[in-house]
């Protein structure tokens, strides 16, 4: 049973950081490329970053581009979201996903119950 559960999450103030965890079971670490998306209240769940299998590749929307900065550890089944500059409209859940990739919600299989960032202006 494949299981990811985000950690990290919590209030910012604008311009702070926060980093994101994702520890992943249930899957090898190196088998699925991993996203992060995110939901703000009353829009649709959006592509953040994603992380090939091997780590070599990243992709970014273009609101993350320089800010944001997605790892992994696939001896620790975990991948990682480094989110810099924070701003307001950043305030969102933030699901952590493991599948295809890269961009797109369909080519994930899997997802986590998702974690709170909260970025105060």
């Known amino acids: 049973q494949v299981q990811l559960v985000e950690s990290g999450g919590g209030l910012v103030h604008a311009g702070g950081s926060l980093g994101l965890s994702c520890a992943a079971s249930?899957?090898?670490?190196?088998?699925?490329?991993m996203g992060w998306f995110r939901q703000a209240p009353g829009k649709e769940r959006e592509f953040v970053a994603s992380?090939?299998?091997?780590?070599?590749?990243?992709y970014y929307s273009d609101s993350a581009k320089g800010r944001f900065t997605i790892s992994r550890n696939n001896a620790k089944n975990t991948v990682y979201l480094q989110m810099n500059s924070l701003k307001s409209e950043d305030t969102a859940v933030y699901y952590c996903a493991a599948g295809l990739g890269p961009r797109a919600l369909y080519e994930y299989s899997y997802w986590g119950q998702g974690t709170q960032v909260t970025v105060s202006s």
């Open positions: 992380i090939s299998r091997s780590g070599s590749i990243t």
């Open positions: 249930g899957l090898t670490g190196s088998s699925y490329a």
